[in-house]
């Protein structure tokens, strides 16, 4: 009986498994054969399809739209998140429970949501969609999240390092920059991360606020237009690919050295 | 010390105030417009609260929002259902050194790109995707079924991402579960199964609620999925919302359309939070 719930709990996490895995096996599987519908039977291997998203100009475009947005939206989500943090944790703010909540308030919001009141605000505004307007949305659902991260791990402990060096005559820009950034390094770096990925991934703020020149998740996107398509299914695995990079990269580096 | 102080008062109201300016400019402001644009008609403008009326007597708009609910439920209870068993496995079965790589790979697909998985399970369920064409290889059925543009793809993609995020929680919710428990419950005599009901079930459920909850929000919000997988059969709220900016240009039906999707995601926030605490005490 036992040896039977056993088998039966190893064949569920098997069958689990390959419900997770199946739609990413077959996505990298028939975006490596040539024909022109990346449907079974399996006829391949062959690269024609990467050859021709590296060759089209619209996708590589918007693979370095969204890099861009995604670096420069989470370097200010970063900067914003961090600052505030550090201002509601070393000092005492009338309100504070109250200002903190609010800057986190976008957390519970959809992305449609948040969007669509960017995009009837700018519309109202005769504010043109561009991929800046895209990026300022950007900032909203991450600056939230880089808030809450860098703010929870502001500890105690490292007030007095920073009263130190007070005490030794730097001024508070020097305390910022010498002492609490090179600190809470790790927190940083870990709502940077995050955010990248979250705005390297989000399509329906940019898909609302962009027109012309637009991210990748869009342009992507506009290619499900025509159907089941090999070349959606090499972008698809590039993209997948570039992330698990990122994932081992941020695995092997932050999460080993765990902070003291 | 007097200049110091005042120094000092600047400096805190300038580190916070940029995060709040923006939060005040991008987030609180839109949505103020959103709320005075959900109040104006669509032609000529003017204060109305038709764009309000249209939403409970439009029975199209109304199902709208049945289908979302529904969809949700579903995808909720059946996600908790598959990811509670596998997280236990993974949290109890599997040798503790193969752990972190276990649930790595369980939730390495969720790395892909959204809009790419969506797409994905579009292959996989397709007329002739890889499940008909196994189906009909092997003589099981002889006609290909309509699983692509269904509810049924919609829930399967939406089941798939969740199964992944509620993996995730789970399995950190029962690490963190101190092994004490099971042992007092084992030494007052109680056996595996008994254990498991009567204690370490109710001490993880309010991390389960918590990742049901999360599970709702992302879910009843979702434009994607049910864009690429459930076509326009049965629209949810969200297509319902872009479907009035795309092809109408409908401004403030949309944004009266998000308010009421928003005022109930709050409600449902409002009654698991009060679950929640009355759980905890």
């Given at each position: 009986m036992r040896a039977f719930t056993r088998i039966a709990a190893w064949c569920y996490a098997l069958a689990v498994y390959g419900f997770i895995f199946l739609p990413v096996v077959v996505l990298v599987l028939f975006s490596l054969q040539s024909t022109s519908f990346p449907i079974p039977p399996f006829t391949g291997p062959s690269l024609r399809w990467y050859q021709a998203v590296l060759s089209d100009t619209r996708l590589t475009s918007a693979l370095v739209n969204s890099l861009l947005v995604a670096s420069i939206s989470s370097a200010a989500a970063v900067t914003l998140g961090f600052l505030s943090a550090w201002g509601f944790a070393r000092f005492h703010l009338p309100g504070s429970a109250l200002l903190?909540?609010?800057?986190?308030?976008?957390?519970?919001?959809?992305?449609?949501?948040i969007g669509m009141g960017l995009l009837v605000l700018f519309n109202s505004a005769s504010v043109p969609k561009s991929?800046?307007?895209?990026?300022?949305?950007?900032?909203?659902?991450?600056?939230?999240?880089?808030?809450?991260?860098?703010?929870?791990?502001?500890?105690?402990?490292?007030?007095?390092?920073?009263?130190?060096?007070?005490?030794?005559?730097?001024?508070?820009?020097?305390?910022?920059?010498?002492?609490?950034?090179?600190?809470?390094?790790?927190?940083?770096?870990?709502?940077?991360?995050?955010?990248?990925?979250?705005?390297?991934?989000?399509?329906?703020?940019?898909?609302?606020?962009?027109?012309?020149?637009?991210?990748?998740?869009?342009?992507?996107?506009?290619?499900?237009?025509?159907?089941?398509?090999?070349?959606?299914?090499?972008?698809?695995?590039?993209?997948?690919?570039?992330?698990?990079?990122?994932?081992?990269f941020f695995e092997l580096t932050l999460l080993r050295r765990k902070p003291a | 010390m007097n200049t110091a102080q005042n120094n000092g008062h600047a400096l805190r109201w300038a580190l916070v105030a940029p995060a709040l300016g923006w939060t005040l400019l991008f987030f609180v402001l839109p949505f103020i417009a959103m709320g005075l644009s959900s109040l104006t008609a669509h032609e000529g403008g003017g204060f109305t609260l038709s764009n309000y009326s249209q939403f409970f007597t439009n029975a199209s708009y109304w199902q709208a929002m049945v289908n979302s609910l529904q969809v949700t439920a579903i995808v909720t209870v059946v996600s908790v259902l598959l990811a509670y068993p596998f997280a236990w496995i993974l949290a109890e079965m599997v040798p503790v050194r193969w752990q972190r790589l276990a649930l790595m790979?369980?939730?390495?697909?969720?790395?892909?790109?959204?809009?790419?998985?969506?797409?994905?399970?579009?292959?996989?369920?397709?007329?002739?995707?890889?499940?008909?064409?196994?189906?009909?290889?092997?003589?099981?059925?002889?006609?290909?079924?309509?699983?692509?543009?269904?509810?049924?793809?919609?829930?399967?993609?939406f089941v798939h991402f969740f199964v992944m995020l509620l993996t995730l929680t789970i399995f950190a919710n029962l690490k963190q579960l101190s092994p004490s428990y099971r042992r007092a419950a084992a030494d007052l005599g109680a056996g595996p199964v008994r254990t498991f009901l009567h204690v370490v079930l109710p001490l993880t459920l309010p991390g389960i609620m918590v990742g049901a909850f999360l599970t709702f929000v992302l879910c009843i919000g979702d434009y994607i999925t049910p864009q690429i997988l459930g076509g326009n059969n049965e629209l949810v709220m969200p297509q319902l919302v872009m479907m009035q900016i795309g092809r109408r240009g409908d401004f403030p039906l949309a944004s009266a359309l998000s308010i009421i999707l928003m005022v109930v995601v709050t409600a449902a926030y409002l009654a698991c939070a009060r679950w929640l605490k009355i759980e905890r005490t």
């Open positions: 903190r909540g609010l800057i986190t308030l976008p957390l519970t919001v959809s992305y449609l949501i991929l800046l307007a895209a990026g300022i949305g950007h900032v909203v659902i991450n600056l939230p999240l880089c808030f809450a991260i860098i703010y929870s791990q502001m500890g105690d402990h490292q007030i007095n390092i920073e009263r130190a060096a007070r005490d030794l005559g730097a001024p508070e820009w020097k305390v910022l920059l010498l002492i609490t950034v090179p600190v809470m390094a790790p927190a940083i770096f870990a709502a940077f991360f995050l955010s990248m990925t979250f705005s390297w991934d989000e399509f329906v703020i940019s898909f609302l606020l962009t027109r012309f020149d637009t991210t990748l998740p869009v342009e992507i996107w506009n290619l499900l237009r025509s159907g089941l398509n090999p070349k959606t299914n090499a972008v698809g695995s590039l993209v997948f690919a570039v992330s698990i990079v990122l994932v081992v | 790979l369980a939730v390495l697909p969720f790395w892909t790109s959204y809009v790419v998985r969506s797409y994905s399970w579009l292959l996989v369920l397709a007329q002739n995707g890889v499940v008909n064409r196994a189906l009909t290889g092997s003589g099981l059925i002889s006609e290909p079924l309509q699983l692509a543009n269904t509810r049924l793809a919609t829930t399967i993609g």
